[in-house]
């Protein structure tokens, strides 16, 4: 039997697995990292977590095959260079040569949505799909790209970005620098963006304020799924709005590149899975043309946590990738 | 040497070309149909235009080893059924089945503007790339994409559709009934609403009113150039706007599935791409995502009015394709 590795590296945590070749996961190991941004001295940090997850498992670290790693970035697959992270303030680094020297195992770099994606693609719940496009909804929107079992990564490795789709000419103002960007109104930070402006420019109020009193600089999902349970009506409409943004989204998939399934995951829909995904699908047929969406699943991602790092490492695994092994 | 037709049906032509395996073009025959909707008699003139170009050819019928089929609607390409076709006023036909009355041969019948795009990316100026995606900005804007030699089409066969992409939420109407479609906004429907906004409601004046007296009914695409080199105000706004909604577009298709080539045609584009294409590559490349686009070729078509006739009957030639002749 052999055995891989996979690393989910974050702007505030390191997560690593252990599968075995049937992608079973044999062990976790999770540290938080408090915005590291030196690239050795997160190297050290993720040599520890991947060799605690090590005895976790009970493998020997000799018995390792690869190690698949995935970075909050855009990445040159074919270089191993981390090209910009704003989450680990990293620009440009070749940190898989960085990492290899205090782990001296094959190893594989790519963006994390992307991974994430093909962890559902592969070991969750789009498994039974070939063309498959995920978006995963947190403080932004990630997406990843899969088809026939390839990730799409485009000629700069910037495919997948989808939370930077413009559905709004002249809307709301991304962190991008763009304005109308899909996640400038249905990420976190866009749901958010609406809400200040009622409170702010309208006068409105929300439970929101009391709930979660920084909800200005920062709030989980889970505050937000309150305030929709208890129908305050700022938050509601917040929510119905990303919703149908999302759809709309969607629909701009079938329509332009007609995938036959769309994964929806990410923090917002673990928390609030049961409102959004309807909403979504209507959405998405309602602004399909020629009922294009009729014929095309939306579902839920089903890997939680593990989903990151189960698709680094099983992607690592596949034969057919080791020439992606640096 | 194998010999194959293509056909090329439009809403008021019919466009008739026979080649050689080698994608030669042996011989061209075009007829008028002035909205022909019967699928019988349709399928009469179809057979006429087909046998007049195999006699320009000098090819016998018998020749002929198959025949590709190109319409302005979404095909069942398994099933051989026309799905909807406004042009034609026909829904919902086994069109397929109706010539082949007329022409006993293998056939196989899509989209025209996939087989455009087909055509391009087999014989054209798209041919050194892979994973490319075409737009024909005309009256409406229509679209195809292929990834590494295959023509995705989605599962209900309406991929392709940018046309109908939602690039601005609560924008213009679109024909199709929702707001804010590429089309509504940048084909030339989309530039003659314009127009006439700033005509009727904001009282501008416009040079079209004498070349093209009728433009409100309809304009040709020359018209609106000739306009634009006398450096007619409102013409150039509309143009310019056109021009930058389809970069955004471009930078679109560029974040989230990452092609490696974008091919600009269409009437538009055959008469004006010389102003198009500078002011779409730059918003392209300023609207996508981290550089992603710069290294997206922009290229514009080659093949003119032969890309959909050609791009069929090649798409019919190939041997691995050989599965979907009926």
């Known amino acids: ?36 941004n030196d690239a050795d001295k997160l190297a050290v940090k993720i040599a520890d977590c991947y060799l605690e997850s090590l005895k976790l498992s009970g493998i020997a670290e ?31 680094v070749e940190f898989l040569k960085i990492l290899k020297r205090k782990i001296n195992k094959p190893m594989f770099m790519d963006n994390d949505v992307n991974m994430g994606i093909f962890g559902e693609y592969s070991l969750g719940s789009a498994r039974k799909y070939k063309h498959v ?22 000629v700069s490795y910037t495919a997948g970005e989808i939370g930077h789709m413009i559905v709004k000419i002249g809307g709301p103002m991304c962190n991008c620098g763009k304005s109308g960007c899909l996640e400038a109104i249905a990420g976190k930070v866009g749901i958010i963006n609406y809400i200040k402006k ?13 709930i979660s009193p920084d909800w200005r600089k920062t709030v989980g999902s889970s505050a937000l799924r309150k305030c929709y349970e208890m129908e305050d ?5 917040a929510i ?32 609030m899975g049961e409102v959004f995904t309807p909403m ?23 890997l939680g946590d593990d989903a990151v790092a189960l698709g680094a490492a099983w992607f ?3 034969e057919e990738n080791k020439n992606y092994l640096k």
């Open 1 to 36: 039997m052999k055995y891989y590795s996979g690393i989910d590296l974050g702007g505030t945590k390191i997560y690593a697995i252990v599968i075995d070749e049937t992608g079973k996961v044999l062990g976790r190991y999770k540290i938080k990292t408090e915005g590291e």
């Open 280 to 302: 979504v699908e209507e959405n998405m047929k309602s602004y399909s043309i020629a009922d294009g969406a009729n014929g095309v699943a939306l579902i839920k991602a089903e």
């Open 316 to 318: 690592t695994s596949l």
């Open 198 to 210: 009622q409170v702010e420019k309208k006068g409105k109020k929300t439970a929101l304020s009391d």
């Open 133 to 154: 496009y995920g978006l995963f909804v947190g403080t932004g929107i990630g997406g990843g790209y899969i088809l026939d079992g390839k990730v799409i990564r485009g």
């Open 233 to 237: 009506e700022v938050v509601v409409k």
């Open 62 to 92: 000799k018995d390792i095959t690869a190690l698949g790693l995935a970075v909050p970035s855009s990445v040159n697959v074919d270089l191993g260079i981390l090209k910009y992270a704003p989450n680990l303030g990293m620009k440009n």
């Open 240 to 271: 119905n709005k990303a919703a149908k943004t999302i759809g709309i989204a969607c629909a701009n998939l079938v329509d332009v590149v007609g995938v036959e399934a769309i994964v929806l995951g990410g923090g917002l829909i673990e928390e």
